[in-house]
């Protein structure tokens, strides 16, 4: 079964703080994955696709690791209002559609 | 800035009846999908809908499911006669992209929360 995998958490981190989160997949034929951010009781929204090696947005890193199939999200600088769940996704499938991990909930502490 | 629109927000219903979920997708995306979250879990893909067809489905998305582009703005999701598992937020997505560009970024709306007794 073709899945991404990520650690649940929570990360507890305090303000200002550099977090970083992982997420491995099994189905290497994809060619683009995504983070997206989660508050709870709310939609996904997107924070970064990640198409080669990496990408970069400010405070948000994302990299990727064919080899070993993960990609990472690196987060500087954390501000209170980073406190959400971070869902890891890949598309798969002829219609591209997002196969999504279970989400890291991340808490920035004052 | 464009959006994914979903309506009803919350529906409440009781199990056996049938109900309609309705999305708007970004005006200008031609594929368009249903994901589905029951509380504390993943989210799950349901169906993807491309050129006015069904372009893949997941094996949750049985008979009991059909997707609708009733006109030039809609896109439906039927569930045909509920079930207590089905309740869950159905989130709606579309994308500009599909097979053989690099990226398929997709756009959620807020999503509906379903509520089956």
């Known amino acids: 079964r073709k899945e991404v995998e990520q650690d649940p958490g929570p990360f507890n981190v305090p303000e200002g703080a550099t977090v970083a989160f992982n997420c491995t997949y099994s189905?290497?034929?994809?060619?683009?994955f995504f983070w997206y951010r989660q508050d709870c009781r709310k939609e996904p929204k997107l924070l970064m696709s990640?198409?080669?090696s990496g990408n970069e947005d400010g405070r948000f890193t994302a990299q990727l690791n064919r080899a070993s199939q993960y990609i990472s999200l690196l987060i500087r600088d954390s501000k209170l209002s980073d406190s959400a769940t971070y869902l890891c996704?890949?598309?798969?499938?002829?219609?591209?559609?997002?196969?999504f991990g279970s989400g890291t909930q991340l808490t920035v502490l004052p | 800035e464009p959006e994914v629109t979903q309506t009803p927000s919350h529906q409440v219903t009781q199990m056996g009846q049938e109900v309609i979920l309705r999305c708007v997708p970004i005006?200008?995306?031609?594929?368009f999908y249903w994901y589905r979250q029951i509380l504390g879990q993943k989210v799950e893909f349901l169906v993807s809908?491309?050129?006015?067809?069904?372009?893949?489905k997941s094996e949750i998305f049985d008979d009991q499911f059909s997707v609708e582009r009733p006109d030039g703005s809609n896109f439906t999701l039927k569930i045909r006669s509920t079930k207590l598992e089905d309740s869950a937020m159905y989130f709606c997505?579309?994308?500009?992209?599909?097979?053989?560009?690099?990226?398929?970024?997709?756009?959620f709306g807020p999503g509906t929360r379903l509520t089956v007794l």
């Open positions: 997505a579309s994308s500009d992209r599909a097979s053989g560009w690099v990226g398929n970024e997709q756009f």
């Open positions: 809908f491309y050129n006015n067809e069904i372009s893949e």
């Open positions: 990640v198409y080669s």
């Open positions: 996704g890949q598309d798969t499938g002829s219609a591209r559609q997002l196969t």
């Open positions: 005006s200008n995306h031609l594929y």
């Open positions: 189905n290497s034929a994809s060619q683009s």
